[in-house]
């Protein structure tokens, strides 16, 4: 009775197509990639403005009604997955650029706007939005600030957070806390943004936010390189940053399994043959596009002559470019190599990577239901990924491959979740990353912000 009551009430704030019931919520998913398994829900919901979501978050809240939050549906920890009990709040109807602001160089823009269509809007003004990262074409600029999204380009510009000068939000009592602030220097008192930022929903519903752009490069240069050991890939990222002026804004390590799999029957290009343990993708930004190409091109002659690296291809033309870059993008080419795959997103000191992935990777090949090991990453802030493939689909081998990967974290002050979130699916494995203490103030923090645990419950804490 209660949730006809709930329907009955949203009817009244909500038009026609912005209420979805019965068969209409089968018509939609819970994720970008699972377009075979329809939406369990009681309703979705569609607003478009920030009264509306206050709206109906206040009638939630009155009929205990739990709701989670829809953005782009890229996460990779099942974030958005659904129950037939809750109701959907999609933000993709609030995709609206408010405004940019080209002398203080920020954007003003709803949460559903997709984040690739921020970057375009600010590179027609000349200014740079530096988040880049796979699902940018999918991605909700709400779902990456609610997810803390990272990406290519985390060691030259940092995370969303620092991206991030305002923000809107609706807490899980309808109430509105809007701070649209466009200014670096803020002091006083708490900075309440950051508890939104990265909490993936859990403690109010983004629904509009003020971004930090930056002048947008003038060059865009890069190489592909392959490296003997791990030891030298450190050597290669220490000598690019201190030799590239500044410019160095990408350097991507991709393992020999991985760069095989990513080019063996594909239509990618293959810039170097597949005889070297360690590829690396680097990326220079600059404002001097002849000199800029030809510092870096110095510098890897140089590696070259060092025998830092062993060998390496300039991108000569924007096609070249993009080509080289798409072996790092396209990583949807590793998870259709098997039947079943787990997902990966971890932290560990710089200096440790090549010995703990191998040793990772030793006890997976132990594994007989494991089939594929792909492992890849940002290697400049310390963040691997791993795409592991399986052929069978059960709950005993999926937490035998969680144990080993997450197992050196606590020892070595790593994170399970460098950029990706906790989500649904790491919420077990909290503790390899956080102490006792830390989760307690993380649950005291939710019941405060959310004492009926309704906004995106399940999702990080309880
Ligand atoms: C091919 C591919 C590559 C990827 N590469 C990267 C990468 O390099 N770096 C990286 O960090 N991530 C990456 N991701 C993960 C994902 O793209 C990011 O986490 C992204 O920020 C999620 O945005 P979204 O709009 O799709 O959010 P969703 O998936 O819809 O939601 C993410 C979480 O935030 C909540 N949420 C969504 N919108 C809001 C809102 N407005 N207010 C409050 N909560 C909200 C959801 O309930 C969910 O818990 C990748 C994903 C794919 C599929």
Same mark, same amino acid.
Request: proline content about 3%.
């Given at each position: 009775m209660g949730k006809d009551n709930l329907i009955e009430e949203l009817k009244s704030i909500l038009k026609e197509n912005q209420l979805l019931i019965k068969d209409d919520?089968?018509?939609?998913?819970?994720?970008?990639?699972?377009?075979?398994e329809p939406l369990q829900a009681i309703a979705v919901t569609l607003p478009r403005t920030t009264k509306e979501v206050s709206e109906i978050v206040r009638l939630c809240s009155k009929y205990d009604q739990q709701i989670i939050i829809h953005g782009g *549906?890229?996460? /990779?920890?099942? &974030?958005t997955e659904t129950q037939k009990n809750q109701l959907v709040i999609s933000l993709?109807?609030?995709?609206?650029?408010?405004?940019?602001d080209s002398q203080s160089k920020t954007i003003t823009a709803q949460s559903g706007v997709i984040v690739e269509n921020l970057i375009n809007a600010a590179a027609e003004k000349?200014? *740079?939005?530096? /988040?880049?990262? &796979?699902?940018k074409g999918s991605a909700q600029i709400g779902g990456a600030v609610s997810a803390n999204a990272g990406g290519l380009r985390v060691f030259r510009y940092g995370m969303t957070r620092q991206m991030v000068l305002g923000l809107e939000v609706v807490l899980p009592d309808g109430t509105i806390i809007s701070?649209?602030?466009?200014?670096?220097?803020?002091?006083? &008192?708490?900075?309440?943004k950051q508890l939104f930022i990265g909490s993936e929903g859990t403690l109010g519903i983004v629904t509009r936010v003020v971004l930090r752009l930056q002048e947008a490069p003038k060059s865009r240069s890069s190489a592909f390189v392959a490296v003997k050991s791990y030891e030298k890939v450190v050597k290669l990222l220490k000598y690019l940053e201190s030799e590239l002026s500044g410019n160095l804004s990408g350097f991507e390590l991709i393992w020999k399994r991985t760069y095989k799999a990513m080019t063996e029957?594909?239509?990618?290009?293959?810039?170097?043959?597949?005889?070297?343990e360690y590829y690396v993708l680097i990326e220079s930004l600059g404002s001097q596009p002849k000199e800029d190409y030809e510092l870096l091109e110095l510098h890897i002659e140089k590696s070259l002559e060092k025998e830092i690296i062993e060998d390496a291809v300039m991108a000569k033309t924007e096609k070249e470019l993009h080509q080289i870059w798409q072996i790092r993008e396209d990583v949807a080419i590793l998870a259709s190599k098997a039947k079943f795959d787990q997902h990966f997103d971890i932290s560990i000191p710089i200096s440790l990577i090549g010995k703990i992935i191998n040793s990772i990777i030793t006890e997976l090949e132990?594994?007989?239901?494991?089939?594929t090991i792909f492992p890849f990453g940002h290697v400049a802030d310390g963040n691997i990924h791993f795409i592991i493939g399986r052929d069978i689909d059960n709950s005993e081998i999926i937490d035998i491959i969680n144990s080993i990967v997450y197992s050196p974290l606590k020892k070595h002050k790593g994170s399970l979740s460098a950029e990706h979130g906790?989500?649904?699916?790491k919420k077990k494995y909290l503790q390899t990353s956080r102490s006792e203490e830390e989760i307690k103030l993380m649950e005291q923090i939710k019941i405060m912000f959310d004492p009926k645990n309704i906004l995106n419950p399940g999702r990080i804490v309880f």
């Open positions: 919520v089968l018509t939609r998913f819970s994720h970008i990639w699972k377009t075979n *549906l890229t996460n /990779l920890v099942g &974030g993709e109807k609030m995709n609206l650029i408010e405004e940019i000349e200014l *740079l939005l530096p /988040l880049n990262f &796979g699902a701070s649209l602030k466009k200014i670096i220097k803020d002091n006083s &008192g708490y900075d309440l029957s594909t239509e990618l290009i293959k810039p170097l043959s597949d005889d070297y132990n594994i007989k239901e494991v089939k906790v989500g649904l699916h």
